[in-house]
């Protein structure tokens, strides 16, 4: 968080001394920085019960370099269960929810740290190393049967799942990220930058990807039909994605399952022993 903290003080100056370019390559900053935390004790006991793993992914974007992507198994079941968590996060924030899945010997869970999030290498991500990696870890550890993303992790579930032409016995979205550019726009509107500012950025994201932010958009993204068995957990309270972005997605996908864990947090949800509870019914449902 410090280095976080850091970058937010280097923004708000360059807004005040009015030095535009420097200030874009400062957003990049902003955006594309994974604020990262130390493993708390559970989770390092958590850790050392894992088969551990690694697999690499190209970084064209910031690195130019391989990166190193550090999986975790749990268990030996034929059924695969893969976790994806969300932005500033990694596999272990998920030990409460693997600690409950594990307990089923069907099971084999699968869980990785995203590029520049947690033990895995770089610096700074995107949805797209997000994407790369779960389908670098799909291929070295095997088809999932039932999938779950948190947040950020959600959405690139979303994209995996479709450019791999894998459709899971069970897909499970816990407070799905829903729009990317308007995620962007907040958190660049949070710490003062002025809209022509932001505007910039949108624009230097287009040229440097060749599409808009507002290209992420997951009432576009998702192709999935009726048939797929998707469940979805939220907060409508959630401070994160406005409940009126999740309406409008849902209304076009009346076939997704959903629960409401009001009050529960965008972060904290994971961790809630209710939905832990029902994410360990669901997928018991379908074994």
């Not at 990694?90 to 995203?114: P, R, W």
Request: hydrophobic letters at 40%.
């Amino acid at each position: 968080m410090k280095k976080l903290k850091q970058i937010i003080q280097d923004v708000k100056t360059l807004i005040a001394e009015d030095k535009p370019d420097d200030l874009n390559s400062m957003l990049w900053q902003l955006i594309c920085y994974p604020p990262k935390m130390p493993l708390r004790l559970q989770q390092e006991q958590l850790l050392n019960e894992a088969e551990q793993f690694s697999v690499t992914v190209n970084d064209p974007y910031f690195t130019h370099q391989t990166l190193n992507i550090n999986g975790f198994k749990w268990g030996n079941g034929q059924r695969k269960v893969l976790i994806t968590h969300g932005w500033g996060s990694k596999a272990l924030d998920f030990a409460e929810m693997i600690t409950a899945l594990k307990e089923n010997t069907d099971l084999q869970i699968v869980a990785f740290d995203a590029p520049a999030c947690g033990s895995s290498g770089g610096e700074l991500s995107n949805l797209l190393l997000f994407v790369n990696a779960a389908k670098a870890i799909v291929a070295e550890a095997g088809t999932p049967d039932i999938v779950i993303g948190h947040s950020f992790g959600a959405m690139a579930n979303v994209v995996a799942l479709t450019e791999l032409h894998i459709v899971p016995s069970l897909l499970i979205s816990i407070t799905p990220f829903i729009l990317l550019k308007e995620n962007f726009v907040k958190s660049m509107t949070a710490v003062g930058v002025p809209p022509e500012a932001q505007e910039r950025f949108m624009q230097d994201f287009n040229a440097r990807y060749g599409v808009s932010p507002s290209y992420y958009d997951m009432n576009d993204l998702y192709t999935f039909n009726t048939q797929l068995n998707h469940w979805l957990a939220y907060d409508e309270q959630d401070m994160v994605l406005p409940h009126k972005y999740l309406e409008h997605f849902l209304s076009a996908h009346p076939s997704i399952k959903t629960k409401n864990y009001n009050g529960a947090g965008h972060e904290r949800i994971i961790k809630s022993t209710e939905l832990i509870g029902d994410v360990v019914t669901k997928v018991n449902e379908v074994l």
